[in-house]
C-alpha cells in the first residue's frame, strides 16, 4: 500500500505557502543576436548635399552607334544626334522610437537606457539595409528557376542550382555589366540557397580560397569556372512568402555587376540613436514621467541606375517549412 503524507507541504500545494517559492532571477540576459547585413556594400554610393530639394538627378550618356558605312567622297553624311537617359533618385527621412515611463525606469530590471540605446540603433541598421534589399527584389531582370515562367507556379523543388546562375552571368555579360575587382560577379542568397547549392561540385566554400584578402562581409563561397559568382549569404534575402505554387516560399536571389545599384544619404548621414530624458518635453509630459529613445536617418535614397547590369533569380526552397 502506497503511503501518503498529507501533512507534508510542497512548492505545488494550494494555499499560501506555494506562492512564495519564487523563481531565481538570473540577472545576466540571453544575448540576442543581429543579423548580418551585406546589401549596402554592393551599392555605388553618390552623396547628397543638404539644401538641394529631395531628388538626385543621374545622368547615362549613351553609346554612338558603331558605322561600317564608307563615306562618299566630299559627303560627310547626316551625322548622329547625341542622347542621354537621366535617373531620378529619391530621398526621405526615416526613423522610429519608443516611449518609457520614469516608473519602468525605477522598477525594471532589465529595461534600461544603455539597453534601449542598442536596441534602436540596431533597428535603425536592419531599417537600412531592408531598404536595399527591397529595391534589389523589385528588378524587372527575372528569371525563374525549374524553367518555370511565373513566381506562382515555383515549388520547393524548383531550387536555386548553378545553372540559373550561369544563365544570370551570361546575361550580365551580354550587357556588358563590369563584374567587381577580382572578375567576378556577387550574387546573395540566404542559409536555405546554400544549402541547396553546397554539395555541386562548382561550390568552393571560402575556407578553401587560396587568397583569403578582399573577402566580403557575409561571403560564404563561390561557383568556380569563367561564369564564377561570389556567395553572399544574409538571412535578410527578401523572401515572398506563400507566394509560390500550393503556398511555398519563393526566394529572390540578386546577382549583379558593378555599378548596378546606387545609394546616396545627405552628407554622410548615418542612423543615429536620440535620447530625450523625461521632463524634456515641457508642458507635454508636466510630470517627468516620459522619456523615449529612437534613431533617425536623415535623407537615404537607393535604387537601381544600371537596370542591364543585375539579375533577380526567383526560386524555391527545399527546406521552406
Known sequence: MAFTNTDTNFTTSTGLLSGMAQKYYNRVLLEDKEPLLVHQQFCTHYPFQKNNGTTMSLRKLLKVDANINPL???????????????????????????????????????????????????????????????????????????????????????????????????ILKNNLAEPFGDGMYVAIVNPDIIYDLQDDPQFIAVSQYQDKENIYKGEIGRLKGLYGVRLVETTEMTVFEGAGADGTDVASVTVLGKDAYADTDIEGAKPRVIVKQTGSAGTDDPLDQISTVGWKMNGYGVKCIQPDYAVRIECGLSQAQ
Do not use: C, F
Open 72 to 170: 562618299a567622297e566630299g559627303n560627310p553624311g547626316e551625322g548622329k544626334m547625341l542622347s542621354e537617359v537621366e535617373v531620378l533618385m529619391t530621398i526621405a527621412q526615416y526613423g522610429d522610437y519608443v516611449r518609457t515611463s520614469d516608473w519602468l525606469d525605477m522598477v525594471h530590471l532589465d529595461e534600461n537606457i544603455e539597453r534601449r540605446v542598442k536596441r534602436l540603433g540596431n533597428a535603425g541598421w536592419r531599417s537600412l539595409d531592408k531598404l536595399v534589399a527591397n529595391a534589389m527584389s523589385t528588378h524587372t531582370n527575372v528569371l525563374y528557376a525549374g524553367g518555370k515562367t511565373s513566381r506562382s507556379a515555383l515549388g520547393k523543388a524548383d531550387v536555386l542550382t548553378t545553372k540559373e546562375l550561369r544563365n544570370a552571368v551570361r
